[in-house]
């Protein structure tokens, strides 16, 4: 039983096997495609590299992956290939091994729609050439027939003698622009220094609707402008430059060596060249503005013109722009035939609308110096100093410098120039004959030397006598300044006793007046005084004799009151007692003088010592006033007035 079982898994085996050799069962990765060969069959045709009616040899088709029956070993092999991957920023070129002849005067096979060579037998058909292709593959993934093109990519460019940056994206950096030469298409017209612009290339990028608009094969007129761009190495080459700049001040005058038919549009009136509008052969009319402008200068020339004012020295100095740097001063002969060598500075201005027109005449701005400006401010110097002579040009030079403005003023307006000052700097006159001016100068400069030393020796001798009288009129001089000083004195006190006796004069009258003025006041004040009292007592005699005759009706009216009372008599003694009584007298003394002791002496003394005791003091004596000591009688009089 176990021996069935093994023989029927053999024959399923077998079976199986079987099926597999005779069906030609091909597998076929996702990353890879089937290259078939084919072992026999019709030959190919000469000159054919692939079979596309199924002769012997590399097939055309290629298998895709999956399975795929009826390749049989002893009649097909398969070999698996891997995909074609481009990385991205870079770009991968075709070389096909097969198809058609390049022509005559091509370098690369054109173009044709074959999905970007995964197509071989598309590419046989449409006539794609043997050799390097214009085509090439962006980045992505691509199934190509190995045996039929060869792919460098940037992992086997080596093997070809390129590098991987051969094969990246061209980038043009900003303020940059790249210069194109184009290494196949027709040949640049005789006569034409770059190939003319044509459409629909997309910058190059297209390099088989670039030849089939006609493109020339050589340095190109267009230019690359900032960015990336996907352009075939086999096909175009690019140098990258900076923009043309034009500074602030200056303009651009653009001579252009390429372009569309010659057209002058200066004028009739403009005869000393022309001028050509934008993008025809020859100078602009438009000059470039201060900017940064995408020109390819290896087919035209842009020649900066200053608009600032333009100063030039025929001089040993140097302006920064360095277009005076070949100009010397200028030597000149005078009428009476001595050479000399002056420095001059010539200013000028060209403005923006007219500088094509000094380019269009002169060519460039050096050769508006040395070809204009030089000769014309050189031979005009040299004429004018002629006329006159050395002396004369020096002492002239003011007027010399008005002539020679005005002058070189109408020949530069001639080339659209302006003039805008000529300025004559330093003389160097010969010296021969300065040495003879300076000679007779420093001559009269003596000869005015001596009359000012002869005039001051005169002074001098002048001086000294004056001197000498001076020394010896001392003691005259000093006698009479002491006569002066006396009568001076003299003067002096009379003025001083007139001034005193005016002073005491003035004094005198002033306390004359002064005791007036008292005398008058004290006079009204004793009258207004004794108006007062005498009206105070007036008044006060008035009132005592109203009080004294109230006071008296009264005391009348008591003693006719006292008289009824008590009687006449009896009223009088009260009447008498009151009166003593207030005048202090009394009625019993209080020292009585007695008789006994014989004498009325001693009663006298005793009185006297007992009025003594009875006061508790002394007298005092009384002294006699003495004489006041100094001091003026009347001023003394009047004190005690």
Known sequence: MEYIVVLAVVGLLLGVGAVYVFSGLQVIGEDESGLVIKKYGAPLPPGRLVALEGEAGYQAEMLPPGWHFGYPFWRFKVTRVPV????????????????????????????????????????????????????FLTAGTYRINPSLFNVITPENAEAFDMSEEDLEIFSVGPDKVGIVTTLDGRPIPAGDLAGSPVEGHDSFQSAQRFLDAGGCRGLQEQVLLSGSWNLNPWFVKVEQIPMTEVPIGYVGVVVSYVGREHLDVSGDEFT?????????????????????????????????????????????????????????????????????????????????????????????????????????????????????????????????????YEAIHGALGAYDVECIDTLIGDIQPPGELMKTQTDRKIAEELQVTFEVQREAQVRRRE??????????????????????????????????????????????????????????????????????????????????????????????????????????????????ATVLAQHGVKLVPEIALGQDGGGGGQGLLGALMARVLQNGAAPQVLQRPTKPQGGNGVENGRKEA
């Open 84 to 135: 074609v991957v481009v990385r991205q920023g870079h770009i991968a070129l075709v070389v096909a091994n097969g198809g058609a002849p390049i022509p005559p005067g091509n370098i690369l096979g054109c173009e044709v729609a074959c999905d970007n060579y995964q197509d071989a037998r598309a590419f046989l058909d449409g006539g794609g050439q043997k050799g390097r292709q214009l085509a």
């Open 272 to 404: 000393h060249g022309d001028l050509v509008e934008r993008g025809r052969k020859g100078v602009w009319i438009e000059p470039l503005l201060p900017g940064k402008h995408p020109l390819n200068t290896r087919v035209m020339k842009v020649e900066l013109v200053p608009t600032t004012n333009i100063v030039l020295n025929w001089a040993q100095r140097t302006e920064q722009h360095k277009y005076d740097e070949k100009l010397s001063p200028i030597t000149v002969r005078s009428r009476d035939g001595f050479s000399f060598t002056l420095d001059v500075s010539q200013i000028i201005h060209i403005s923006m609308k007219q500088a094509p027109r000094v380019i269009s005449r002169v060519g460039s701005m050096q050769n508006l110096v040395d070809h204009v400006l030089q000769p014309t401010v050189a031979n005009y110097f040299r004429n004018s100093a002629q006329q006159v002579s050395v002396l004369e040009f020096l002492s002239a030079r003011t007027e010399r410098q008005r002539e020679a």
């Open 463 to 576: 001086l000294e006598r004056a001197t000498a009288v001076a020394n010896m009129q001392g003691e005259v001089v000093r006698s009479e300044q002491m006569v002066a000083i006396s009568e001076k004195g003299a003067l002096a006190a009379a003025e001083t006793a007139k001034g005193e006796a005016a002073r005491t004069r003035l004094h005198a009258d002033a306390e004359a007046h002064g005791l007036r003025q008292r005398a008058d006041a004290e006079a009204h004040g004793m009258r207004q005084r004794a108006e007062a009292e005498a009206e105070s007592k007036r008044l006060h005699g008035s009132a005592e004799a109203d009080a004294t005759r109230l006071v008296g009706d009264a005391k009348a009216e008591a003693y006719r009151t006292g008289v009824a009372a008590l009687g006449a008599q009896a009223f009088t003694a009260v009447q008498l």
